[in-house]
C-alpha cells in the first residue's frame, strides 16, 4: 500500500522507501537509506524489505500517467540490497503513448513504423 506520510509503500510489517533515480548513488542515496532507517528503528514493528522481494508484483511494472498536460512513462528500479526503490519519468510522445497503449492491451496490433514496416511493440522493461 502506498502512503503519503511515513514510508511510501508497505506490504505487511516491510517497509520501502520510493525516490527519484538521481537518489540511487552518492549522498542522496544516503539520504535516502537514513530515511528509510528511520521507519525500521527504536522499537519499530517495521523492517526493511528489499527489491527481490518487490519484483513480480503489481508495483514494480512501468505506467503512464498523465501530469502538466503530458503523458509521462514511468520506470521502477528495485535495488536488491536495500528497502529503497526508485523511479524515472520520461516524456511521451503521442506516438509512444500509442504504443505503450497498445503494448498493455494485447488485443490491439501493434503499428508499423513507416519505412521499414518493423513492428513497433513498446514494452515496460525494469533493468
Known amino acids: ?18 525516490k527519484p533515480i538521481s537518489y540511487s548513488s552518492g549522498p542522496l542515496n544516503v539520504l535516502a537509506e537514513n530515511q528509510l532507517s528511520s521507519y ?11 527489491g527481490v522481494e518487490l519484483l ?10 498523465f501530469f502538466e498536460d503530458a503523458y509521462y512513462e514511468i520506470v521502477l528500479y528495485a535495488n536488491d540490497h536495500s ?6 519519468a520520461h516524456k511521451m510522445t503521442a506516438q509512444n503513448l ?14 508499423n513504423s513507416g519505412s521499414n ?11
Do not use: H
Not at 502506498?2 to 508497505?10: A, E, Q, R, S, V
Not at 528497502?83 to 524515472?88: K, M, P
Not at 505503450?100 to 501493434?110: G, I, L, N, S
Open 1 to 18: 500500500m502506498f502512503n503519503f506520510c511515513g514510508p511510501d509503500y508497505t506490504l505487511g510489517n516491510k517497509v520501502w522507501e520510493l
Open 40 to 50: 525500521t528503528s527504536g522499537g519499530s514493528p517495521f523492517v526493511a524489505g528489499t
Open 56 to 65: 513480480g508484483t503489481d508495483l514494480m511494472g512501468a505506467g503512464a500517467m
Open 83 to 88: 528497502g529503497v526503490f526508485y523511479y524515472d
Open 98 to 111: 500509442l504504443n505503450y497503449q497498445r503494448a498493455v492491451d494485447k488485443t490491439v496490433p501493434a503499428i
Open 117 to 127: 514496416q518493423s513492428s513497433i511493440r513498446s514494452c515496460p522493461v525494469i533493468n
